[in-house]
Nanobody
Framework: QMRLVESGGGSVQAGESLRLSCVAS????????MGWFRQAPGKERELVST???????TYVDSVKGRFTISKDNSVNTLYLQMNNLKPDDTGMYYC??????????????WGQGTQVTVAS
């Protein structure tokens, strides 16, 4: 059974850091692109960052220079290092697996989410 499990969320003050982790199981981890999404209350889900199997990385403009996506294939884990957090970063963060090696084919496996709350 394909599964993604996120962890690392929490409540922090503005300017602090968090590192999210997403452990994958049930499929060949390094054969698929991965991504982080977030959803704030009352807002649509937003794609935050992606990492495809070729190493191509993307970030939404609002997190560039503050967030870093990475992965460790040896432990089937995707990370999102979030520095200098802002209140606008508050939301539920989801890990997702793409349907293929790149990000243009849709997302078909999702984690349960981990909450990030940033106080001003």
């Amino acid at each position: 059974q394909m599964r993604l499990v996120e962890s690392g969320g929490g409540s922090v003050q503005a300017g602090e850091s968090l590192r999210l982790s997403c452990v994958a199981s049930g499929y060949t981890y390094n054969a698929y692109a991965m991504g982080w999404f977030r959803q704030a209350p009352g807002k649509e889900r937003e794609l935050v960052s992606t990492l495809d199997t070729g190493g191509k990385i993307t970030y939404v403009d609002s997190v560039k220079g503050r967030f870093t996506i990475s992965k460790d294939n040896s432990v089937n884990t995707l990370y999102l290092q979030m520095n200098n957090l802002k209140p606008d970063d508050t939301g539920m963060y989801y890990c997702a697996r793409a349907a293929g090696a790149t990000t243009g084919v849709g997302w078909n496996v999702w984690g349960q989410g981990t909450q990030v709350t940033v106080a001003s």
